[in-house]
């Protein structure tokens, strides 16, 4: 199947935000093939929605909620201003009338493209300069040490979240760290 064009998932939205009875109903549509996992997005001060054309040409059944999804973002916005929750209730209700469950996740299945790696985990082995407290963290952490209540005084480094990754930030000594630190 094809998917539509731009112009007419313009023409579309414009009609959900007249059924919503917001005034302004002008809303830029465009195709956006970077999009990896996220069916579509909303730029509510732009009133621009991008679609992932890799996702919804596999689950073309879905593009009229997807595009009604992230129109009624756009609509709250215009509608309600822009202090009120992304999914709340008044999004909800958009969604609602427009015939649609209020959804927050789409049920696309992303596999089947190129996978993308996740984030690698590290471990941090955080040293105090002053006393030398030591600390194997999986995220860094500043402030006041433990050891001594000097403030800041930390020296950082990181490696791998595995056991050897450990076993090395173990064996590390003050000198290494400082020597690390001053190249």
């Known amino acids: ?76 916005f215009r509608l309600f201003g822009p202090n009120i929750p992304a999914h709340g209730r008044h999004w909800r209700s958009l969604m609602r009338l427009a015939g649609h469950a209020p959804e927050v996740t789409h049920r696309i299945p992303v596999d089947g493209g190129p996978r993308r790696r996740g984030r690698r985990a590290f471990l941090y082995l955080r040293v105090c300069e002053a006393c030398g407290d030591r600390r194997i963290l999986a995220a860094v952490r500043y402030g006041r040490c433990h050891g001594c209540e000097a403030r800041d005084s930390y020296l950082v480094v990181k490696s791998p979240a595995t056991a050897a990754g450990r076993a090395q930030l173990e064996r590390t000594t003050l000198t290494t760290i400082q020597s690390l630190h001053r190249n």
């Open 1 to 76: 199947m094809t998917l539509p064009s731009a112009a007419e998932l313009e023409h579309r939205a414009a009609g959900l935000l007249a059924q919503w009875r917001v005034h302004e109903t002008a809303v830029r549509v465009q195709w956006n093939p970077r999009l990896s996992t996220t069916a579509g997005r909303a730029f509510l001060r732009g009133a621009r929605i991008e679609l992932n054309p890799t996702l919804l040409g596999r689950a073309p059944d879905q593009l009229p909620m997807v595009l009604a999804h992230e129109a009624a973002h756009i609509a709250a």
